[in-house]
Each structure stands twice: as C-alpha cells, then as structure tokens.
C-alpha cells in the first residue's frame, strides 16, 4: 500500500535532490576561470538529462532488476517495464525517480575532473559509459541486493555509490584528460565565488532530500538523518574555517567546502548515528578533506574543482565513520565504538572495493573514448574557453 | 584637448560626479577598476596556496576637457574626492590629438 | 477529510509553484540587455504580487465558483468567504493557493512579449485586466468545470490553461507593443547566461510541484507525472541541443530553453502518458519550438523572449500530444494511439478556442490599455533602460 | 505516534527554513558594497552553523526544557539527550531541527547591524552570547511554556522571538559598533541588486515553511498560514511600491522590502487570521516599515540593511496586529475587532517586554565583547573591505 | 601609431565589430563602461535617498593602429556605430610613444 | 612620466604583478577587458543567428611611472606575462602630462 505522507515526503525529496545537480554546476561555475562558466553549468544539465533518459530506459533496471551474482541488476525493468504506480509505501515509479536524481548527481560531480578542458561530445560517450559500467553496478552492489548489501555493508544515502565512486572517477579521469595548460604556474583564481556560495547553499538544502529522503519514508529515523545531516555539515564548515585560520585567513570557499565534506561523511551513516556522532563525524571530514585538498595541491595534480580531496576522501571517511559510530538504537547496526568492530572491517572492505571498481574502470573508459574520439579540446579552444569554444556562448565581463 | 583621468574611491563617486555636474563638466566615461597605490599589500590564501591580492575597487572617471578646463576639473576632483587617507587616488592628464562624435559628421574639437 | 500526507505534498507543490516565478525572472532577466535586467526580475515579482491580491478577492471564485453557462463562475467564493480549512482530500484554502500560484506564473510568462519597453504602470492595469478576462475563464473551462471539461479535454496540469495562453497572450502583447528599438539591427545578446540558466534550473525544479502537484494527492499518479516530467524536460534539453549543434554550436541555452519546451509539453500530458511516451513528447517539443523560434526570428517578430515559440507552440504540441499518447491504464483516457481518435480532436477544438480567446482577448486588452494610457516607455527611457527609466535602479557593470 | 504525513511537511518545512539563512546572506551581499558582498553571505552561514552546534548542545534544552518560573528551561535535553525518534505527530527530533533552523535565521538577520565592519572572530563570540542570552529565553518565553505563552500571548512563527528581537538586537548592535566611514556622505549602494531580488525571492519562499510549518500539522491551520502569508506578502510589496512611487521611481528593492514586511507582520498572525485580513496587514506593514526605513535614514542611523526597520517595526506591527484582527474561528483566540481588547494589550506587554530585552541584552553582550575584543576591525580593514580583510577573498569586477 | 578609443553603444558594438574587421583592423581591446555624454540627467530615489544615476552602458573600444589608419577607423566606427539620436558616443584619438608584444622579443612599431 | 598599458592573459596577471612588485613597482590600476588580437575569429550561433564573438578576456594594466622606468616595466611584463603562444598581448606607451594625488595638494611629478 502507498502511504500518502511517505509518497509525499519522498517526491519533494526527488525534487529537491534534482536541484541539487544545478547546485553542483553553480559551485563548480563559480571556482572555474570566467571563460568556462557556462561550461562547467552546462555539463551540469546535460549530465542530468543524460543520466535520466539512460536511468529510465536500462540505469533502473542494471541498478534494481534481480540480482545476477552479486554484481549487476537483470534487464527485467528496463523501458521501467512493469515499475508502476503502486508499490510499498511509495510508489515504485516514485522509487525509480528518486534513485535517477541519485545517478544524475554522481555524473555531474565527476566533471570536477575535467573542468575548463573536456570536449563535450566525448563527454557526452564517457557519461553513458561511466552511468552505465560504473554508478549502475556500484547502485546494485549497495542498495539492489549485490554483493556489498549481502556482506551487510552500511550505506545509507550513497556515502559509497555517490560520493567514492564521482571523487575517484573525479581522480581517474583528471589523471587520464591531463592538467590544464598552466596549471601551477597560472593563475586560476575562482571567477565568482557568490555564485560558488549559492551553490553550495542549494547543495546543502538538497542533501535533506539526499540523505533524510534516503529512509524512504516520513518517520523518525528520516528526521535522525536529517537532523544528523544538518549537524555535520555545520560541524564540518566550521572545522575547516578554523583550520584554514590557523593557516591564514579563514575564506568562504574553505567554509563551504567544510560544509560539503561534512555532508559527504555523513551521507553513508545519517541512519545509523545520532546528533552527538555527527559533531566528530562532520568536524574530522571537514579535516581530512582540507589535508587531502592541500595534499592533491602540494603533488600538482589537477583534479581541478576537488571532488576527489571531498566526495573521494571524504566518503571513505564516512564509510569508515559509519562503522565505527553506528549504534543499533538507532539504525539496528552497532560499530566499532559499541563492540562490533567486525562491521569497521566490512565497511573498509567495501570502501576498498569500490575504490579499486570506480577509480579502475573509469580510467579505462577514459582511455578508452580518449583514443576514439579525444576527451580533450585544442590548445587553442582551451585557450578561448570553452563557453565560446563549445557553446558559442560568453560571460560578459 | 586632454584626457583628464582620474582614479578614485568608488565611495566619492557620486560627490565628484555631482560636482562635476555643477560646474558644468558634463561628458565622461567611467570605468570600475581594481587598483593598488600606497596601501600595503594584504597576503591571501585560498585552499592552500597564498594569493597576494592587494587590488581594491576603485572608480576611474575619464573626461576629455578643453586645456583651459584641466586644472578646473582637477580642483573639483580633490575638492569632491578627498578623504585626506591613503587610497584617495590619483589624476592623470594625457594629451588629446582629436576628437569627435559618433552621431554627426563634423570633427568639433571645440564641443567635447 | 483532509489526508495530511495529500496536504503536505500539496502544501509544498504550492511553494515549489510559487518560486517558479521568480525563476522566470531570473530567466528572463539573464536574457535581456544589462540596463533591463532588474525591470525583468521586478515585472515577474510584481506580475506575481497583483494576482495574488486579485485571486482572493475574485479570480478565484471567477474560475472555480459554480459554473455559468461553461463560461465562468459565480462570484460565489469572492473573497475566498466560504472557503475553508475543511476540505476533501486537501483543505479548501489550499487547492485554493496553489491555484493562485499556476495565475501568478501565468501572467509573468507574459512579460516575454513586451521585455525591455514596457511602462510598469501599464503593466499594472494590463496585468489585472489579463488574469481577469483571460487567465480566470481558462481556468474555469478546463479546472472549474466549463465548457472544455463538459467536452472531455484533457489538460492535466495547465498546458492550455497557463502555457498556450501566456505564449499566445505574449505574442498579442508583442505586436501591440511593437519592436524594441533597433530590433534586427542592433545587437540584443543575452547579459548574464549563468542568471537564466539558474532561473532554469529553478523552473525546472518548480515544474515538479506544477506537474506532479496537479494530482491533487501523492499518489502513484503525483509519482507518474513526477517522473514524466523528468524524462520530458531532458528529452527536450536533448533534442533542442543536438539540433542547435547540427546548425552551430550547442549552447547552453538552447539546451535549457529545450528542457523548458520539454516540460510545458508534458504539463498537459502528465497524468495520462508513461515515462516511455515522455522522451518523444519533450524530444519532439524540443524541435517544435526550436523550429517556432527559428520561423519568429526569420519573420523579424519581436516577441523578445520566445514565451510564443517554447509556452505557446509548445503548450499546442503537449496539447496534441496527449490527445495522441493518452492511455487509459494511467489517467483513464485513450488518445489516437490506443485507438481513440476523437479525444485528438477534441484537443484540436480546445487549443484552436483558446488560442483564438487568448490572442484575441489579449490584443484587445493592449489596445485598450496603450489607447488610454500608453503601453509603452518613451524613445529614451527606452535608450536609457528600463531599470533606470522605471525603478530609478540600476545593475553595475 | 508519528504521522507520515505531518511529519513529511515539517521535514520540508525544516529544509525550507534553512534555504532562508543562505537567502538572508544573498539579500544582504546584495545591499552592500562589492568589496563585502562574501563577507554578508560567509557571516549568514557561519551564524547558521554556530547555532546549528550550540543548538544541539544546549540551546534546544535552553528553550524547551523543563520551565524554570517561566524564564528558561532546563537542561534536561542538552546534547539532545532524551530527544528520540518517536513523538506526538512528528518526532521529537524533527521539532529540535525545525526549531534550529528558526534560531539560525535569527542571528543571520542581526547580522545587517554590523555589515561591512564587523570583526569574524568578535561575531562568532557575540553570536554565540546572543543566541544563548537573547534567543533561547526568548523561545523559551513564546513556545517553551514561558511566561509569555502563560500569559497568553499569539506568537504563531516567530514575531516576536525572531523577527523583533533580530531587528531590535541589530539596532543595539549597530549603536555599539558605530557606523560605517563614510556614512551619511560617502555613497554606499547596492552592489548587485538581482542577487539581493534571488535572496528575497528564497526567503519569499522559504516563509511557506517558516509559517505554515509552525501548524506543526499539514492540515487545515497549515494551509490558512499559507495563504495568509502568501497574501500578505504581495500587500506589502504593493503598498511599498505604491509609497515609494509617490516619492519617486517604484524601485525593486522597495517592493522586495514590502514583501518582506510583510511576511514579518503576518508571521504572528498566520495562525489566527483569514485571507481577508491578510490584505491590510500585510499592506499597513509594508507602509510602517517604509516610514521606519525613512525614520532612520533621516536620523543618521547606521543600522545598515534595515532589520530594524523591517523585522524590529514589522515585528511590532505584527503582533499587536495579532491582538486586533485575531479571530476565534481560525486559532480559537478573539482580538479587538472580535471584542477582545484584553488581547491587544497582552500583544502589547509581550512586544514591549522582548523589545526591551532584547535591545537591553544585546547591547550589553555587545560592549562586552567590544571591550574584550573589539568588535569592529581596523580602518585599514574597513578600507579594502572585509572580503579581502577578514575572508582573503575578493569578488571579480 | 595613434590609439583610437571609441565609446559606442553597446547595441551597434557587433556591428562596429564586425565592419572593423572587414576592413582589416582586427586587433582591439574593449571594456564595458557606463558614460553621460549630452543626454540629460536623471533623478533616482532608493530607500529615501535622491541618487542622481544618470550614468548608461556603453562599450569602450580601444585600437592602436598607424597613423596612416586613423581617418579609416573613425569612418567606419562613425558609418556603423551611428543610429543619429544622442548617445552615439565619442572618438578620441590619443598619442601612442612606443607599442611591443608580449609574445616576442622585437619592438614592433610597424605592426600593432 | 609616462602611462605603460599593458594587455595580458588573466592567468598571468599575478605572476606579473608579483615580480612587478618585486621591481619596486607598485601603483596600478587594473580593468578587466576583453581583447582580439592575432587569434583567429570564432563564429558564434545563437537561438538561431550568428554572432561572432571572437573577445577574449584579457587584463589591462595601466601604470604611469618616471620615463626612466619604461624600459624596466616592459621588460618585467614581458618576462612574466609571456607563454609564447599567441594571445599574450601587447603593451602600449603613452605620454603623459601631468599627474597628481587626490589626497594631498602638492603636484608631485617625482611620486606617481
Ligand atoms: N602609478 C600609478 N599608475 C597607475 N595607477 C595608479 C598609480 N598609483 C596609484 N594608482 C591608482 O590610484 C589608486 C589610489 O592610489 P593610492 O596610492 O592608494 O592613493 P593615495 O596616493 O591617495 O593614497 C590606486 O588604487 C591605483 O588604482
Ligand atoms: N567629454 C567626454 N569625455 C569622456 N567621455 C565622453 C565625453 N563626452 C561623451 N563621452 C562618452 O560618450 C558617450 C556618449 O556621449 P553622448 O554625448 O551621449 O553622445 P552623442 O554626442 O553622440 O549624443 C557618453 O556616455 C560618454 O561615455
Ligand atoms: N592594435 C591593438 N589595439 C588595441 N589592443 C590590441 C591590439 N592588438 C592586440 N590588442 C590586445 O592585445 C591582446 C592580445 O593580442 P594578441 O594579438 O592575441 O597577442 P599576441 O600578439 O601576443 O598573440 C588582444 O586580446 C587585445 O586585447
């Protein structure tokens, strides 16, 4: 039977995530150089809409279909054949949106990677490929019966699936499509960081939908998530505000960043531990995302926008958070931290997994449209930026 | 004819403008600018590397005069412009070899 | 009774609705010269605030109040006396608001056709004059009970009733109003592409609470539209942008102004096709209006913002389209498809009347107005810009 | 027990409220000079995150623990203890993060009394001070059974708690840190006003939240405080617009300072009055906030975005607003014009006893900290702005 | 060598653009301004306050060419920025001493 | 006294204001433009009709120093604005008149 208060909870929960994807374009837009503003928005949209005709006709089904070894959902629902409008507390069509704006994020936050320098056309291939060969398996691993929820791993919004998986692939690709001309010795300073602000506020607004949405339904434990959600993100900005203070002057950029590694970490664990877990949780993410964005700098890597240093790092952390602060009064799951140190080392071991699964196979696939097709633009088109070069479009100044 | 161009706080903007104005310079082009002068430079840092960022907003007024108007117009901008700290601006005076509209034919050095 | 998970979702489609009108100033706004750029935002807040005092006070009785002749309602509800807190399924106050929010887009739509020169008074004495003898009696024909729900058209969410009316109304308005100075010759590019794709983004988001919100419950039917809704959007973003990169380059525009024509197609359909049905009617859309605008701008019309071509030729294709994808199983009608060809025609009779009423009404209404008043700024306000001219206001550079 | 569907609306309703803070900061950076546009934004999100730990911590106990003679609660709740995920129709965890987002909001505003020269690490003292000192009581008094609501006073979302005492803390705040150089002669305008219009517009809507969400029900009471708000709103951009035009041009920032003024005033209210009376007091309040606005120009005060003038004196409208048009049929309390006057003269006591705190308190917290500390930056620093001062970041020409 | 600096409406700017190029001055630096010029002044009000904003976008084009070039550019900035109602905008033409790339070592003065 | 203008890559500009810096240079003012120079033409299309938006964003840097100076300021810019590939700008000299503070009375044609 479909509840009304969950089907409604759940639907503006969907909404509210899809807004999260144009969050992610006007964050990125606004750390990029001004000729590429368009750009990085733009890849924003095109990889939603991709992500959302592939989910509806094969995504839903790869991810949800019945389980084949573990590893991949069958073609049983693709064309969302037989997904309809009744279901079990929501709706099953419902069910189908809600994981969709999941999968269009993940694609959207891998384009950190390759901001300012990818051709859009083979952006275009690899999103089909990488919604395909990655996020579709990892979503079946962990919420469609795979391997991962059989070994009893913890995942309760998409720690793994979502944020592992876009911050590694993030790393592959940038490895893959190579630095952007100057990098390190230009400047590339963020061309509007209101904007970059904006969007982080509405990725902040979405996550309630992302994480509290993730319970499926409008009781308690969604508002756990949700409150716990709230908590680490505040906990997170304001641990790397600090620690950029100590630096030097404590930025707005580093504040918001903060934010979203709070967020990040406490994706995986928003239903299995309570407020006062989510401070350490929110404030240590804040932390190890600062150390591995100083880190990425320091070994002149161009994984440009991040993603890595705060879905990558910052995912496993919260990975491994789950497994040590879960306490089953709240999620019917213990961690390390109440006796059961076994679910740390199940949690390590899918973290591991999916690191090894995204970073691997999408620099194979990178490779792989790099040599058919060129992931990248001429040197003169990077030079112009890509708003004139690839959408004929410009900024004014 | 000189370009008479000046860099000046966009807070004083209005007053030199209105100043201007009253004293019957009307025609100008202004610019927003950044610029750096006698202030001390402020050393920034964002994610992790330091960015020497010492450009402050600033506005530049261009106004092509007649010569006999430069040192009027100088006046009126330190008179308007001033906050007797640093950061107040400078004045440039550039020599003009010619100038005319865009709307008529006529080359009118007289009528800037 | 009022079911408080119906409520709920309807009381946050309401919101959802509502923000959609600021998102097409921000739209619009981003697409118009700098020195309009407020005037655009204002015109929608003010569209918005105006049918919001004349909604309670007699557009909503107009449209809902007990029928007269199919032609209009009573006055009945006038003041909103009689409309309670009480209700069935939703409280009557509510279906109330969220009724008020689809009139206030309505007439924002609107100021598509006379961007950039029209007098603020005018457009206050316009605005009523509009919402009142155009938009009330559409709503009342297709929602209130009229005439076009006596014949069985079939308009689930407002395709007709906001979309082909706000486009065909803006076209009226544009040829009373006549060009903008300098139309064809001057160059009139866009001054803030992030800000439009940003009002895009919030349109696309309100649009889930426009479609899915017009089931009037969270239901698998809300589910059904969600999703279509979706799929529509991105098939139109699709569509319009490989269209625009066979003639040029894909700009970021075209491919939201595709989402857009993608959703106002569904809007109608929404409750009565599936999710396979929606790629061909937002990919279809899509190409309708890129086409419609491509014919506006070969014609030298100046309906400035292209509501006619995406609202209006979009709103007459979603028309059409679900006369022709209609299927029982969803929302218990058959289109030409599934072997009924008469509902096609009777969405032919629907759109053809309200294109008629709507155009005709609507330049009637601006000829009234720009005969007592004037419709449109002075030569030099229109040089100086409406920001300055209008709001004494004005974007810095 | 939990209701799905209640508690589905205060989940949204909770995420809503949050996008306010952020749509605080937008407005503000808006209204500033460029040189201290991040600063607005970074001082909205970092308040929202101090209140969100100290919330958690001891704030939600502070408010709705245990009465203490009606002055404070206990601390019975602190770190959420005892706070779980059942309850009487939402959980009790979702009222603790619903009212967090209020207490966030709250310190955001207070943040226009010190824009451009506040000093971050004195604000994160003060804001700290203020929300345990001047906030919680005050929630306390209103809603945690505190002598105000003992005495019966109407405070349905905040008036009093959050809108009088923000604006009223933001006039003593602004006494105690002195103006801004340059004030009264230098020229200070706004730096980009379509980015203040966007936050108004999320605040626009973030209020249905705000309002309808303290039904604590999606049920009738909910969808009154909707429209209430809704019309309200459009009152008070109407009537400010219409003021300002007699002086002048209808500027945008007037009419979205009208709206706002509105959605203070109706905030008391939205619980207890008809669509109908929404119309005047929503009207009145965008004319008394207006002549506030031009009270305190004209005396040179340096309260420098208005919360004073829009929160303080709309506040104050509002809830003697309350006592005269308050009906028994929607909130079950008569006012004035329902022949109870003992009703205004307690709205009376209660604005007059919190506006007396709360300038009285703040004030004091203030010259504390400023003699501790200092509250202001340098004259240096207030020179090159704090975005480069205080957060070593700067906004692109 | 001579910069011409042009202040153009911002809608005849493609044109101007465009009609540059075709008669092979291509180099040029350009910048958003706002500019009063003969158009009268108005008077604006926000929150209570008279602000006289009279101040319009312009665009600002900036070309250093030969001497021998200079009449060319003014015509066809004039025949192709010109709609014959105020606003049209000013040419000035300004001395230029000296003028090298970036790119290249060589002082170039024949080819700006 | 001359005014230096130099157009470069914004990707350049810090490094050229640091070494600048580190010349004792330091008064500046910086607008942000948009420039076309040798780069080729890119043919633009929007909702339909071609525009050709072939402007770049550059960074101007206007620095009016002692004519002893020149040759420094120009060998600095190039030093640290060049990439060797084409866009890296160009720099111009003009003459300058005169120049004074807004701060202060005196005319100081030693202290730019
Ligand atoms: N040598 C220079 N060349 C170009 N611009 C300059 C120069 N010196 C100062 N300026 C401009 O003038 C502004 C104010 O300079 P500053 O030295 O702060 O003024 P003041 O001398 O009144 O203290 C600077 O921000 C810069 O834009
Ligand atoms: N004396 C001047 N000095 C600098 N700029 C000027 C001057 N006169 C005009 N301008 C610039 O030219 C623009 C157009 O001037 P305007 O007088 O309106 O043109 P027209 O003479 O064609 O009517 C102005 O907006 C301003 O930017
Ligand atoms: N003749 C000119 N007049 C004014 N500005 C010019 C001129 N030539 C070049 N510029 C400016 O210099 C910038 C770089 O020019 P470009 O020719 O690309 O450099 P390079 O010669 O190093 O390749 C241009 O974008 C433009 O702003």
New interface residues.
């Given amino acids: 039977m479909?509840?009304?208060?969950?089907?409604?909870?759940i639907?503006?929960?969907?909404?509210?995530v899809?807004?999260m994807t144009?969050g992610v374009?006007?964050f990125y837009?606004g750390l990029v150089?001004?000729?590429n503003?368009?750009s990085m928005?733009?890849l924003a949209?095109?990889a939603?809409?991709?992500v959302?005709?592939q989910w509806?006709l094969c995504g839903y089904s790869l991810a949800f279909g019945t389980d084949i070894h573990g590893l991949i959902g069958s073609l049983e629902y693709a064309?969302?054949q037989g997904v309809?409008?009744?279901?079990d507390g929501?709706?099953d069509?419902?069910f189908?949106?809600f994981q969709?704006?999941f999968a269009g994020l993940a694609l959207a936050i891998v384009t950190s990677g390759v901001a300012e320098r990818i051709k859009?056309s083979s952006f275009v291939v690899f999103g089909l490929l990488w919604t395909t060969l990655v996020y579709d398996p990892l979503a079946h691993w962990a919420w469609g019966g795979g391997w991962a929820a059989q070994l009893g791993a913890l995942d309760f919004a998409g720690g793994t699936v979502v944020h592992i998986s876009s911050g590694f692939s993030a790393l592959a690709l940038a490895l893959v499509i190579g630095k952007r001309l100057?990098f390190g010795?230009?400047?590339?300073?963020?061309?509007?960081?209101?904007?970059a602000?904006?969007g982080g506020?509405l990725l902040?607004?979405g996550w309630?939908?992302f994480n509290?949405g993730s319970a499926l339904?409008?009781?308690?434990?969604?508002?756990?998530a949700?409150?716990v959600t709230?908590?680490a993100?505040?906990?997170g900005?304001?641990a790397w505000?600090c620690a950029?203070w100590v630096?030097?002057?404590?930025?707005?950029?580093?504040?918001?960043?903060g934010?979203i590694a709070g967020l990040v970490a406490i994706t995986p664990a928003a239903g299995f531990v309570?407020?006062?877990a989510a401070?350490p949780i929110g404030a240590v993410a804040g932390l190890v995302c600062y150390g591995a964005?100083?880190f990425r700098?320091?070994r002149g890597l161009d994984e440009s926008l991040?993603a890595w240093a705060i879905h990558g790092m910052g995912g496993i952390f919260g990975a491994l958070a789950t497994g040590m602060f879960a306490v089953a009064a709240?999620g019917g799951v213990n961690g390390l931290f109440y006796g059961n140190p076994e679910q740390l080392l199940i949690q390590v071991v899918d973290a591991v997994v999916v690191v090894a699964y995204s970073f691997g196979v999408t620099f194979a696939i990178a490779k792989a449209v790099d040599a058919v097709m060129g992931l990248r633009v001429t040197?003169?088109e990077e030079?112009?930026?890509l708003d004139?070069?690839?959408?004929?479009?410009?900024?004014?100044? | 004819m000189k370009m008479v161009a000046a860099i000046v706080r966009p807070e004083m903007f209005n007053s030199v403008r209105a100043a201007l104005e009253a004293d019957g310079i009307y025609g100008m082009t202004v610019t927003e600018v950044m610029g750096r002068g006698a202030q001390k430079g402020i050393a920034l840092r964002f994610r992790g590397k330091v960015m020497p960022v010492e450009l402050i907003p600033k506005v530049k007024i261009e106004m092509v005069v007649p010569d006999a108007d430069v040192d009027k117009v100088i006046r009126v901008i330190r008179e308007n412009g001033r906050t007797g700290k640093p950061g107040d601006g400078r004045i440039f005076v550039l020599p003009v070899e010619s100038i005319c509209r865009v709307r008529t034919d006529q080359i009118d050095p007289a009528d800037p």
């Fill in positions: 479909v509840d009304s208060g969950d089907t409604a909870f639907l503006i929960c969907t909404a509210m899809m807004l144009p374009g006007l837009g150089r001004r000729k503003l368009i928005i733009a949209f095109i939603f809409a991709l959302s005709i509806v064309f969302l309809g409008m009744g279901g929501i709706p069509l419902l189908a949106a969709m704006v859009i100057g010795g230009h400047g590339m300073e963020p061309n509007n960081i209101p904007l602000l904006l506020a902040w607004f309630f939908g509290a339904a409008a009781d308690g434990l969604a508002a756990n949700f409150i709230n908590v993100a505040a906990a900005a304001l505000l950029a630096r030097g002057r404590p930025g707005s950029l580093g504040m918001i960043s934010a309570g407020p006062m401070i964005l100083l700098v320091r991040d709240i040197e003169e030079y112009v930026g004139i070069a690839q959408h004929g479009e410009s900024v004014r100044v």
